[in-house]
């Protein structure tokens, strides 16, 4: 059985740092692209960052440009969010999500097929 | 960034109905869209992916159709445990993946 289970959440003040974590058992984890995606009751679903199989290609989004840090350890099927400078507006429960390549008509396409309960991450002085 | 627009905002019907949810993108995603159920308290759940397929597991009842800018997800014959909140996901404008706003379905 796929499972995504975060951790590392908690209440941090403005400026503060966290490491968020994500652990996968049930299928070989570095045969999966992987993303951090997070949910606001105002912003709804944001996604956040993707880390290729290897690690070697990273995007963010703007929100998280600059301030987190993915990067992932495949011996230890694992995920990480290194979030620095938090602030206010970063309170969120935040997701990690496991991509899978599907062949649609020749076509490469890509879905988050599993996501992890999630964890949440409460910034406030 | 690509906007999705999903309505209604709300839906209340009872079992054995016909649910449609709609999804609008502000842009032509061609047919990159996913659906996804979120019940409360829990992770999402794919429930359809390029726009028309049903992932592994998910009930024949659930269909998806549509291309360009105009989705929609169709539960057939709503069961009590379908009441979620259902999101509209693009990745045409991968990585700068956008979700829509949800859609809650309330089953009375």
């Known amino acids: 059985e796929v499972q995504l289970v975060e951790s590392g959440g908690g209440v941090i003040q403005p400026g503060g740092s966290l490491r968020l974590s994500c652990a996968a058992s049930g299928f070989t984890f570095s045969r999966h692209n992987m993303n951090w995606v997070r949910q606001t009751p105002g912003k709804g679903l944001e996604w956040l960052s993707y880390?290729?199989?290897?690690?070697?290609?990273?995007y963010y989004a703007d929100s998280a440009k600059g301030r987190f840090t993915i990067s992932r350890d495949n011996g230890k099927s694992s995920l990480y969010l290194q979030m620095n400078t938090l602030r206010v507006e970063d309170t969120a429960i935040y997701f990690c999500?496991?991509?899978?390549?599907?062949?649609?008509?020749?076509?490469?396409?890509?879905?988050?097929?599993?996501w992890g309960q999630g964890t949440l991450v409460t910034v406030s002085s | 960034d690509i906007v999705l627009t999903q309505s209604p905002a709300t839906l209340s019907l009872s079992p054995g109905e016909r649910a449609t949810l709609s999804c609008g993108a502000s842009q032509s995603i061609s047919t990159y869209l996913a659906w996804f159920q979120q019940i409360p308290g829990q992770a999402p759940r794919l429930l359809i992916y390029d726009a028309s397929n049903r992932a592994t597991g998910i009930p024949a009842r659930f269909s998806g159709s549509g291309s360009g800018t105009d989705f929609t997800l169709t539960i057939s014959s709503l069961e009590p445990e379908d009441s979620a909140v259902y999101y509209c996901q693009q990745r045409h404008s991968w990585p700068r993946i956008t979700f829509g706003q949800g859609t809650r379905l309330e089953i009375k």
């Open positions: 999500a496991r991509e899978t390549y599907y062949d649609i008509g020749g076509f490469d396409r890509f879905y988050f097929d599993y």
């Open positions: 880390i290729s199989l290897s690690g070697n290609i990273i």
